[in-house]
């Protein structure tokens, strides 16, 4: 079973452009989640969708946002991006979705950078 | 508001010592834990979890962790530490009652020392 993808792989980007970010999850996950890791942040948690529904959202401005196809598939987008935003997004699929005790498969991430 | 700590940001291990990464956590209800590894330039890798029942949890690559309940805490254990086991290590808490979002700890750096 093919794991979790995320296209691109690498990104670069200038101050004030936006960015759409893809994943597919594995096939049957209907849940998928985002995440920003930097060096000093960690691990932040940005937001989930279930069934093309977003279930809970992170502590993030609203330039970034996503969303969930009916085949699972999902985008993150971020707007007006900052020098700040430079990191790896992590995306995340599970079986179900908040509430579940299910373990979360990542992908490889996406690593931008904004110059 | 439920959080969760790694209190040491690096490990040192010697290779064929015991190792333990430290994580605490704070939830209202009773918690759902997770354990991830991360290797460099790749996504977290599940390890393994605590649902509930028998406190001490076995998962991949000889590791295991152990619930305690008054002292809150899920700490990662391996009897005998590998180079190879060098990586992130992510802890994550999820409250079992609440329709609420994964978690994560800031991550503990593991080095295992040949």
């Known amino acids: 079973k093919a794991g979790v993808t995320q296209t691109p792989r690498y990104l670069i980007k200038t101050r004030g452009q936006q960015v759409t970010l893809s994943c597919s999850p594995i096939s049957g996950h209907r849940s998928v989640s985002w995440y920003q890791q930097t060096p000093g942040q960690g691990l932040q948690f940005l937001f989930e969708y279930f069934s093309e529904t977003q279930r809970n959202k992170g502590n993030f401005p609203g330039r970034f946002s996503g969303r969930q196809f009916s085949n699972s598939r999902s985008e993150m987008n971020v707007s007006t991006l900052e020098l700040g935003d430079s990191a790896l997004y992590l995306c995340?699929?599970?079986?179900?979705?908040?509430?579940?005790?299910?373990?979360?498969?990542f992908g490889p991430g996406t690593r931008l950078t904004v110059l | 508001a439920q959080s969760v700590a790694q209190p040491e940001d690096q490990v040192n291990v010697a290779e064929g010592n015991p190792l333990t990464v430290k994580c605490t956590y704070s939830?209202?209800?009773?918690?759902?834990l997770f354990w991830y590894v991360q290797y460099p330039n790749r996504g977290l890798q599940f390890l393994l979890k605590y649902i509930t029942g028998d406190n001490l949890v076995k998962g991949s690559y000889g590791f295991e962790a152990e619930f305690n309940k008054s002292q809150t805490s899920f700490h990662l254990k391996k009897p005998s530490a590998l180079v190879s086991d060098s990586a992130l290590y992510f802890c994550a808490v999820r409250d079992m009652r609440r329709d609420d979002k994964i978690i994560f700890g800031k991550g503990t750096r593991l080095h295992i020392l040949p």
């Open positions: 995340a699929s599970s079986l179900e979705g908040a509430s579940s005790y299910n373990e979360q498969f």
């Open positions: 939830v209202s209800g009773n918690p759902y």
